[in-house]
C-alpha cells in the first residue's frame, strides 16, 4: 500500500518556524519528484515548492521563496519543508504528493497524496 504521511504541523506565532515532514512508504521513493501544496480554508490547493527525485532542483512559489526549504533525505524515504519567518496568510493543511516522469506544480499531474498537515499562524 502506497502511503505519504504529513507531520509537523501546529500552531505557531507570526514570525516563528516549523519542520513539515512527509515520509513515505510503498513506493520507490528515489525515483518519484516530490511536491508541496496548500489549502487554505475555502481556497484553492496551490503549489508551494517540489524537488527532484536526485534533490538537485528545486523551485518555489513566489509567496515563499526566501522563506521556505524544500529537502528531502532519500534514505529515509522521507520529504522536508522548512519553514521560517512565517506569516498569518500561511496558515493552511500542507500536502504533500508525488509524481513520476515530468516535473510539474499542477495538483492534476499528481499520482499520490497525503492526508495533509494543519499550520496555523497567529498574529
Known amino acids: 500500500q502506497v502511503q505519504l504521511v504529513e507531520s509537523g504541523g501546529g500552531l505557531v506565532q507570526a514570525g516563528g518556524s516549523l519542520n513539515l515532514s512527509c515520509a513515505a512508504s510503498?513506493?520507490?521513493?528515489?525515483?518519484?519528484?516530490m511536491v508541496w501544496f496548500r489549502q487554505a480554508p475555502g481556497g484553492e490547493r496551490e503549489f508551494v515548492a517540489v524537488?527532484?527525485?536526485?534533490?538537485?532542483?528545486?523551485t518555489y512559489a513566489d509567496s515563499v521563496k526566501g522563506r521556505f526549504t524544500i529537502s528531502r533525505d532519500n534514505a529515509k524515504n522521507t520529504m522536508y519543508l522548512q519553514m521560517n519567518s512565517l506569516k498569518p496568510e500561511d496558515t493552511a493543511v500542507y500536502y504533500c504528493?508525488?509524481?513520476?516522469?515530468?516535473?510539474?506544480?499542477?495538483?492534476?499531474?499528481?499520482?499520490?497524496w497525503g492526508k495533509g498537515t494543519l499550520v496555523t499562524v497567529s498574529s
Open positions: 504528493a508525488a509524481r513520476t516522469g515530468l516535473l510539474s506544480t499542477n495538483p492534476f499531474d499528481m499520482r499520490y
Open positions: 510503498g513506493i520507490t521513493f528515489n525515483t518519484y519528484h
Open positions: 524537488i527532484s527525485w536526485s534533490g538537485d532542483w528545486k
